[in-house]
């Protein structure tokens, strides 16, 4: 299984920044995303990204706060996070697909490859 790995996360106060990283070895995939998963909440998506970057979308609860681009040679995804708030607080994960996701990008069962997770803690 290709390993997903992240880097970037940690403690930072509101209204900071942080900027996630993601690498993967060996293997350039169509379809990225992040997605997070808070104490006591369900995974939900935070962006994603195809192949082309022309395709992106993000959570509601993120949209304009938040960026995600990736670099296809490096085999590298980021998310840019600012205006950080004290719920954006979770674990987040660097999930990968081979295919173009289209309307399924939000599920997380479509994504084969998963990082460890990094947390992300904002105080208040």
């Known amino acids: 299984q290709v390993p997903l790995v992240e880097s970037g996360g940690g403690l930072v106060q509101t209204g900071g920044s942080l900027k996630l990283s993601c690498a993967a070895s060996?293997?350039?995939?169509?379809?990225y995303a992040w997605f997070r998963q808070g104490p006591r909440k369900e995974r939900e998506l935070v962006a994603a990204i195809d192949k082309s970057s022309v395709t992106i979308y993000y959570g509601n609860s993120v949209e304009g706060r938040f960026t995600i681009s990736r670099d296809n040679a490096k085999n590298m995804v980021f998310l840019q996070m600012d205006s950080l708030k004290p719920e954006d607080t979770a674990v987040y994960y660097c999930?990968?697909?081979?295919?173009?996701?289209?309307?399924?990008?939000?599920?997380?069962?479509?994504?084969?490859?998963w990082g460890q997770g990094t947390q992300v803690t904002v105080s208040s």
């Open positions: 060996g293997q350039t995939f169509e379809s």
């Open positions: 999930a990968a697909s081979i295919y173009f996701l289209g309307s399924y990008y939000s599920i997380p069962e479509r994504y084969t490859y």
